[in-house]
Nanobody, 118 residues
Framework: QVQLVESGGGLVQPGGSLRLSCAASGITFNMYTMSWYRQTPGQERELVAAIAPTAPVRNYADSVKGRFTITRDNQRNTVSLQMNSLKIEDTAVYYC???????????WGQGTQVIVSL
């Protein structure tokens, strides 16, 4: 049974920081590209950041470049998103996704709410 469990969301003021984590189980973690997406009401889910299975290849949405950092620990089967200099427009539900590099298999976490507000 595959599980992706996100944690670390919450309420923060503009300019603040949060660190999201996603713990994966039931998959061979180092065979999966891990990504963070976010979604606001009425909007499509958008890619925030992604990291390759083993090589330190990352990509980011333009809106978060220089502020967010995605990392992974293949020993602990976790992926994290360090979010700095948060803006009100970063408010969203953030989802973790695992996508196999060898098949079409992909899984999503349940999401964690991030609210950036005064």
């Amino acid at each position: 049974q595959v599980q992706l469990v996100e944690s670390g969301g919450g309420l923060v003021q503009p300019g603040g920081s949060l660190r999201l984590s996603c713990a994966a189980s039931g998959i061979t973690f180092n065979m999966y590209t891990m990504s963070w997406y976010r979604q606001t009401p009425g909007q499509e889910r958008e890619l925030v950041a992604a990291i390759a299975p083993t090589a330190p290849v990352r990509n980011y949405a333009d809106s978060v470049k220089g502020r967010f950092t995605i990392t992974r620990d293949n020993q602990r089967n976790t992926v994290s998103l360090q979010m700095n200099s948060l803006k009100i427009e970063d408010t969203a539900v953030y989802y973790c996704k695992a996508k196999s590099r060898y098949s079409q298999n992909e899984w999503w976490g349940q999401g964690t709410q991030v609210i950036v507000s005064l």
